[in-house]
């Protein structure tokens, strides 16, 4: 309540309280009056410091609230905030640019419901009609919401024939499309942006000599500031320190994944250490589901606690989260339901620290079958946790040393 319509209930109170007395004795009236009158001063006086009282209790109130989640989850107010995305969903329900309109904006109405806020796929040609129609259809039924679209663009060790890598025309198309399509049109990605290609038809065995040799970072300079370009970098990558240098400044964010996804063990020292080296916002991929990869190696898809401590971790130390693919896996239906519950971040934290205790075991187990099958991601993980203690060793006014850079760069 402010403090006039105070004075006016006080007022309307004296004044009956005046009236009554003026019953029961006149001689009384006048000091009654005047005595009445100090007190609405004294109110006034008061009033403010009531109000700003009541504020600040609320305030409190909010605070409270909060710190149940600060902490459960350590990253207070960032839980609402982290954007989730849908990559290339493989289930028909959520492939957006293959539906007609009535059904895309059904579909783009339920992802938005369960908590989407981006949706990325692939395009191939910018010169193609047919791929034209599809993104412009898309982006502009999304034009409507809050859905942002991002491209993606497949290097060499994924593209095909019909692949074109005209970065300059590529540049030409999203400028366009962001001046048409200012609401739904975020950005693009390059996939497998530091990975090595496994295919024996391509010319350069790594991505980013390809990036270099097509002159990428030349057109790069000519993509509008409202553009977004977050590249898809490994941890694992190879050349990464080329990626620091030379595109670094045309980056406005990553999307960062981890080749050795069925070990979390060292994920968030992995995102801290890639936070620190870019200083650039990081989407984290989580994979519900397995890869062409590890499925050739003999795995068995992502456990339910694996995943839910790739949530965890990922929620935590990263400023969003992508789902690959499989958006009706149940895992992941469960988290767009509950993660601002307090009950649910507390138990995939507790998923967490069970899958890191087992996954250390198994690392130290001379019998482990994954040492067998797959050692490279046990070297990785050295490498991260060696680099990692050394950084955390140096004196602070050291720690912006390159030295312990180079290990994971280069």
């Known amino acids: 309540m402010n403090v006039p319509i105070l004075v006016i209930f006080i007022s309307i109170g004296i004044f009956s309280f005046l009236i009554t007395q003026s019953f029961l004795s006149d001689t009384n009236l006048v000091s009654i009056f005047f005595r009445s009158l100090n007190d609405i001063h004294l109110l006034i006086s008061k009033s403010t410091d009531l109000v700003e009282i009541l504020q600040y209790i609320n305030a409190e109130n909010d605070i409270n609230k909060g710190n149940n989640i600060i902490d459960i989850t350590s990253r207070e107010g960032t839980t609402e905030n982290t ?16 539906l007609k309109r009535a059904e895309q904006e059904k579909a783009l109405e339920i992802l938005l419901k369960k908590g989407y806020g981006e949706y990325y796929y692939v395009m191939n040609n910018f010169e193609d009609p047919k791929s034209l129609k599809i993104t412009d259809d898309l982006l502009d039924t999304a034009n409507k919401t809050n859905l942002k679209i991002i491209i993606i663009l497949l290097p060499p060790s994924e593209g095909g024939p019909s692949t074109s890598y005209n970065w300059n025309g590529w540049i030409k198309y999203f400028n366009s499309l962001e001046r048409k399509y200012p609401r739904s049109f975020e950005g693009f990605t390059i996939d497998d942006f530091n990975w090595i ?18 002159e990428l970072s030349k057109e790069l300079k000519h993509k509008s500031k409202d553009v977004k370009f977050y590249p898809t970098v490994y941890f694992e990558g190879t050349k990464t320190g080329i990626v620091v240098k030379k ?15 069925y070990n979390v063990s060292i994920l968030e020292r992995q995102l801290e250490i890639f936070s620190e080296i870019f200083d650039k916002p990081m989407r984290y991929i989580v994979y519900p589901t397995i890869t062409y990869n590890y499925s050739k190696l003999d795995y068995s898809p992502p456990t339910d606690r694996l995943i839910m401590a790739t949530l965890s971790i990922a929620l935590n130390s990263s400023d969003g989260l992508i789902i690959w693919r499989d958006a009706d896996n149940p895992v992941i239906q469960e988290h767009m339901e509950n993660r601002y519950d307090e009950q649910y971040l507390f138990n995939i934290s507790k998923s ?59």
Not at 199 to 207: A, C, G, I, W, Y
Not at 249 to 261: E, K, P, Q, R
Not at 373 to 401: G, R
């Open 83 to 98: 954007t989730v995305g849908l990559w290339m969903p493989m289930n028909t329900s959520f492939a957006l640019q293959h």
């Open 197 to 214: 290609s496994t295919r024996s038809d391509t010319k350069f065995k790594n991505n980013i000599d390809f990036m270099e040799y097509t």
């Open 247 to 261: 595109y670094k400044n045309f980056i406005d964010g990553l999307v960062v994944v981890s080749g050795c996804y």
């Open 352 to 410: 967490k620290d069970v899958q890191i205790s087992d996954e250390n075991i198994e690392t130290n187990s001379k019998f482990s079958i994954s040492n067998k099958v797959h050692n490279s991601c046990n070297s990785w993980s050295k490498k991260y946790n060696d680099a990692y203690d050394k950084w955390t060793e140096l004196p602070e006014e050291e720690q912006e040393n390159n030295e312990w850079k180079k290990q994971l760069l280069y």
